[in-house]
C-alpha cells in the first residue's frame, strides 16, 4: 500500500456512502428489533418480511470489504507523525473493525437465530456510533478551528 497526498473518487464516494447507510441502520434499527423478537418468540400473525435494517446491513458489509480492496490497491494519504498521527491511525483501524464486526454479527444474530449475538450486535453498533460521532467532531475540528484541510482530503479527490 501506497501514501499518496489525497483520496480517489471512488475512495469519496465509499466513505460517504457507507457512512450514510451506517446512519441510517442505526437510526431505524429498532424494527430488525422487532422482527427479530416476533421471529424468536414465535408470536401470532404473519411472519415478518426482512426488513430493510438487513438488505442495508449487507451492503454495509459488501462496502467496506470493497472499501479495504481499494484502500489497499490506491493507498491513502499518510498519517501526520507523532502522537496525533497515531491516534488517526488507530481510530481508522477500530472504525473498520467496528464496520465489519457489527453487520457480521447482524448476520450471525439474523440467520442463527442466536439472541445472545443480537444484545451483542446492538452494544457493537452503539460503539460504532460513538466512535464514528468522535471522528466526525475531530474531522469537523480540522476544518474550523485548526483550518488545516483535512476535511477537503474527503470531500474533493486527489
Ligand atoms: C452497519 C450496519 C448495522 C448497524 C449500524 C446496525 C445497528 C443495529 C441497532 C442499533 C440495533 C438495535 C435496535 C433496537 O433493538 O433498538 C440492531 C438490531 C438488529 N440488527 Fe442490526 N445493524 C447493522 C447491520 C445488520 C445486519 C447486516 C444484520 C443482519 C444480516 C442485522 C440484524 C439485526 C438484528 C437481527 C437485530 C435485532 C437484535 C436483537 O433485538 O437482539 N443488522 N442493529
Ligand atoms: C459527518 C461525518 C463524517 C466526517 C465529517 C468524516 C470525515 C472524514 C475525513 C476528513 C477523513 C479523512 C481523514 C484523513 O485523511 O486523515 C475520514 C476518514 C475516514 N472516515 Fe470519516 N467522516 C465522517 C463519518 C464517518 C463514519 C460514519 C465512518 C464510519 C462508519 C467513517 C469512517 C472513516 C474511516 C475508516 C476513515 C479512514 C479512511 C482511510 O484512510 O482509509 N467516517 N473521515
Known amino acids: ?4 497526498t489525497g483520496y480517489s473518487r471512488l475512495q469519496i464516494a465509499l466513505h460517504w456512502s457507507v457512512a450514510l447507510l451506517v446512519a441510517y441502520n442505526y437510526i431505524f ?5 422487532e422482527a427479530f423478537d ?5 408470536e401470532g400473525g404473519a411472519a415478518p418480511g426482512t426488513p430493510l435494517h438487513i438488505w442495508v ?15 489497499f490497491a490506491q493507498g491513502a494519504p499518510a498519517a501526520e507523525a507523532g502522537l ?11 472504525l473498520y473493525v467496528l464496520m465489519l464486526a457489527v453487520p457480521a454479527g447482524g448476520a450471525v444474530a439474523w440467520f442463527g437465530l442466536n439472541e445472545e449475538v443480537g444484545d451483542i450486535h446492538g452494544a457493537a ?3 460504532l456510533m460513538i466512535l464514528a460521532g468522535l471522528h466526525a467532531v475531530v474531522a469537523l475540528g480540522h476544518h474550523f478551528v485548526l483550518k488545516d484541510g483535512i476535511l477537503m482530503r474527503m470531500l474533493r479527490a486527489r
Open 84 to 94: 496525533q498521527g497515531q491516534l488517526a491511525s488507530w481510530g481508522h483501524r477500530l
Open 38 to 42: 416476533q421471529i424468536i418468540e414465535g
Open 125 to 127: 453498533a452503539n460503539a
Open 29 to 33: 434499527g429498532e424494527a430488525a428489533g
Open 1 to 4: 500500500m501506497s501514501d499518496t
Open 57 to 71: 446491513g449487507l451492503a454495509v458489509l459488501a462496502l467496506v470489504v470493497l472499501r479495504l480492496v481499494v484502500r
